[in-house]
């Protein structure tokens, strides 16, 4: 009489252990809101918070990223390269040049570096969470319109405006009203950021790294000895 309780043990476990083991056989990805990062080998996070995530992605000659889930995001070229692009049943070859960007909404995709050279690129990648509404005129008055000696837009659409700022050393920007934006460092520096609701504070800028700023009113100095060359990724919404 115990046989049949022993034999549905049997299949249980044999059944778990199966299902262990295909779930052990998945490519590692990972799993964010809004996003999929696949081939942990080619992807190196940078930063994340609430509203946004920014990965620094590396594909050698031949390389590829396999189909996977894109947020709305603005791609950075560190690097010229040629890819493979993949939606769906079409493909298409892009090159692209160091310091261009483009921008693309959410779908499902994938990618194949087909160059003879390193494709190096960021991603800045939108999350759900909403935006605080900003005041005034934060938008209107962004460091793009009042700073043209050193910093200029280099993209711009209804979600997102990327500007490149190089400010020599010793050099300072005016007060200005900066929104929701992700600060790229290109270069190390050495910077002082005042703030009407931060105060004043002096930082050592890894070149690769990102930081977070909301809404208020500031000015940069650099404070170094080298240019200060860093992306601000102005999210609209």
């Not at 909403?130 to 700073?147: C, F, M, R, T, W």
């Not at 929701?180 to 004043?200: F, Q, W």
Request: aromatic fraction near 8%.
């Amino acid at each position: 009489m115990r046989w049949p309780t022993f034999s549905i043990l049997l299949v249980a476990l044999l059944n778990l252990s199966f299902n262990c083991e295909r779930q052990q056989k998945k490519p590692p990805e990972e799993v964010t809101q809004g996003a999929v990062v696949p081939t942990p080998q080619h992807a190196e996070p940078i930063f994340d918070n609430d509203y946004v995530k920014a990965v620094r992605f590396t594909l050698e000659p031949g390389d590829k990223l396999p189909p996977h889930q894109g947020a709305r995001r603005a791609i950075y070229s560190l690097s010229d390269y040629k890819i493979k692009w993949m939606e769906g049943d079409r493909q298409t070859e892009k090159e692209w040049k160091k310091g261009q960007v483009h921008w693309h909404d959410a779908v499902q995709h994938g990618v194949e570096n087909i160059g003879d050279t390193k494709a190096e690129y960021l991603v800045v990648a939108r999350k759900d969470a909403v935006l605080p509404l900003l005041e005034g005129d934060e938008i209107s008055h962004a460091i793009s319109q009042l700073d043209v000696v050193y910093s200029s837009v280099v993209f711009e659409n209804a979600d997102v405006r990327v500007i490149e700022a190089k400010l020599p050393r010793g050099e300072k920007q005016p007060m200005h009203s900066g929104g929701h934006r992700l600060i790229y460092a290109l270069t190390a520096y050495d910077a002082k950021y005042s703030s009407d609701k931060m105060g004043t504070k002096e930082s050592e800028v890894k070149a690769g790294t990102a930081h977070w700023h909301g809404p208020d009113r500031h000015a940069v100095e650099n404070t170094g000895q080298t240019s200060a060359n860093f992306l601000i990724f102005e999210f609209m919404k």
